[in-house]
C-alpha cells in the first residue's frame, strides 16, 4: 500500500466541514503544490467547482459524497483510504469550451464539464438557428432554449430535457433543444466530439437569450460556439464497484 499526498477540500456545509477535519487529522494535510491526489468531500455541485478549481493543477481527483445524490462521487468511507485510491480506477473527461458573443461585441470564454445551455431571458421564446463545422442544420428553432452536453453531464440537465445518455467513452456529444415548439418533431442530435457548434441568436433584441458554460452566465448573446477542448484532460478517480461508466449505464435501465 502506497502513501498518497492528499489534499482535502470540503464544502461549506457543517458535515462536509466536520468530515474535512477528521481526515485531515487522520491522513494529514498536503498543498496543493505538495500533493498528488485531491480528495473533495461535498456533493456533485461541489465536485464541479473542485474540477475548475483545480483544473490546471493536473492532479487526479477522488470524490467523496457528502452531498446528495453524488453521482461523481464515491461512498464516504474514513477507514483505509490510501488502499482505496491505490485501487481506484481513472476516468478521464475533456471539457466544452464556449465562446459567447454579446450583442455589444464582447466575447466571453468558459469552460463547462457538465453543459453549455442557452435558455430564454423572457416570456418571448427564443429563435435559435444551428450550425454544425459552418452547415446551417437548423434555420430556426423556437424554443425555450438548447444545449450541448458531455457524457458526463449528459445524465444532469441534458437527460431532464429528454436528451440521450451518453456512455463516457463513446466519443460523442449531445445536442438537446429544451422545450421546442417548432420544429415540433426533432429532439435534438448526437454529434462527434470534433464537432464545431455555432447557435446564432435570430431577433437577439426582441428574444433575449443568455448563455451557461457550467456556473459562467453570458447575458444577451447573439452568438455562441461550443467545441470539445481535447487539450484539457481531468482525472476522476472511482472505486471499482462504482466506476462513472457503468453508473451511466445503469442509467439508462433506471424505471
Known amino acids: 500500500m502506497s502513501s498518497r499526498k492528499i489534499h482535502f477540500t470540503a464544502s461549506e456545509s457543517e458535515d462536509a466541514q466536520s468530515a474535512h477535519k477528521r481526515l485531515i487529522h487522520q491522513y494529514g494535510q498536503y498543498s496543493v503544490g505538495q500533493a498528488d491526489v485531491i480528495v473533495a468531500l461535498g456533493g456533485d455541485g461541489f465536485m464541479l467547482e473542485t474540477l475548475h478549481r483545480y483544473m490546471a493543477a493536473s492532479l487526479p481527483i477522488y470524490g467523496m459524497n457528502k452531498g446528495t445524490v453524488g ?7 474514513e477507514e483505509d483510504l490510501h488502499d482505496r485510491l491505490d485501487k481506484s480506477e481513472v476516468t478521464q473527461l475533456h471539457p466544452l469550451k464556449m465562446a459567447a458573443t454579446d ?20 416570456r418571448q421564446t427564443a429563435k435559435i438557428e444551428i450550425s454544425i463545422d ?9 424554443c425555450d432554449g438548447v444545449l450541448v452536453a458531455t457524457p458526463a453531464g449528459s445524465t444532469a440537465y441534458n437527460l431532464s430535457a ?25 429532439r435534438g442530435a448526437i454529434l462527434p466530439r470534433e464537432a464545431s457548434i455555432t447557435l446564432r441568436i435570430n431577433e437577439s433584441k426582441k428574444r433575449p437569450v443568455s448563455a451557461v458554460a457550467d456556473a459562467v452566465e453570458v447575458r444577451d448573446v447573439a452568438t455562441v460556439n461550443i467545441k470539445e477542448a481535447p487539450e484539457i484532460c481531468l482525472h476522476l478517480l472511482f472505486d471499482p464497484e462504482h466506476n462513472l461508466e457503468k453508473r451511466i449505464l445503469d442509467e439508462q435501465f433506471l424505471l
Not at 459552418?134 to 423556437?142: F, S
Not at 429528454?162 to 426533432?186: D, M
Open 71 to 77: 453521482f461523481l462521487l464515491n461512498n464516504y468511507e
Open 103 to 122: 450583442m455589444h461585441g464582447k466575447v466571453t470564454e468558459a469552460l463547462a464539464i457538465n453543459e453549455v445551455s442557452l435558455l430564454r431571458e423572457s
Open 134 to 142: 459552418d452547415n446551417v442544420k437548423v434555420e430556426e428553432l423556437i
Open 162 to 186: 429528454h436528451g440521450p445518455i451518453l456512455p463516457v467513452n463513446a466519443g460523442v456529444l449531445a445536442l438537446t433543444p429544451i422545450s421546442a415548439f417548432r420544429p415540433r418533431r426533432w
